[in-house]
């Protein structure tokens, strides 16, 4: 059985003049299809910034979901205030576990930090990780482009076989079969 989960995908990450640059404006349209689509559970995380004047901070507009998850039921949602949703305020590991859950599929914001994070750790803990990486976004840091740091996301995944990089399309194509 497969999960989906949704990292960080918070109105926070609108505020542009915080953040900078972004990548992937298709992002998403592309989460908001595979949450239509998706069959299995479903596992929702919010990001609970701890720095002071985050976007992401706990009781502000910033913190809440975006609108394309209005109305989702997950089966699972809780908040972390690290980057791996495998060290949130549930023990995200032994949950699926519990429910025979051997992979998942990982969406969200920020492309080189949450998702990247939480396919990692998910990899190092045997699950099969697949990263539709069109359904992820960052933005730009240190000098490099979100694009950049999204193809070094990629082969980081990839390459140290942490996780199957792979498109929103080919999700679909395997839940819903034309």
Not at 39 to 52: E, F, I, N, T
Not at 57 to 68: H, R, S
Not at 115 to 139: C, K, Q, S, W
Request: aromatic fraction near 6%; include cysteine.
């Amino acid at each position: 059985m497969t999960a989906l989960i949704l990292i960080d995908v918070q109105r926070g990450f609108d505020d542009l003049e915080f953040w900078g640059p972004r990548n992937n404006p298709d992002a998403e349209a592309n989460i908001a299809a595979l949450v239509q689509a998706w069959k299995g559970p479903v596992v929702q995380v919010r990001h609970d910034s701890v720095k002071p004047g985050s976007p992401l901070a706990a009781g502000t507009l910033g913190n809440t979901f975006k609108p394309e998850l209005d109305g989702l039921e997950p089966d699972l949602m809780f908040t972390k205030t690290v980057n791996s949703a495998f060290h949130g305020e549930v023990d995200l590991h032994a949950w699926l576990k519990g429910r025979g859950i051997t992979d998942i599929t990982v969406v969200g914001i920020s492309t080189n930090h949450c998702v990247e994070t939480t396919a990692r750790v998910g990899g190092n803990l045997g699950y099969r990780v697949v990263v539709p990486i069109d359904a992820t976004y960052t933005f730009d840091l240190e000098g490099l482009t979100a694009d950049q740091l999204t193809a070094a996301t990629v082969a980081n995944l990839r390459g140290g076989g942490f996780a199957e990089i792979t498109s929103t399309k080919e999700v679909l194509d395997e839940i819903c079969p034309t």
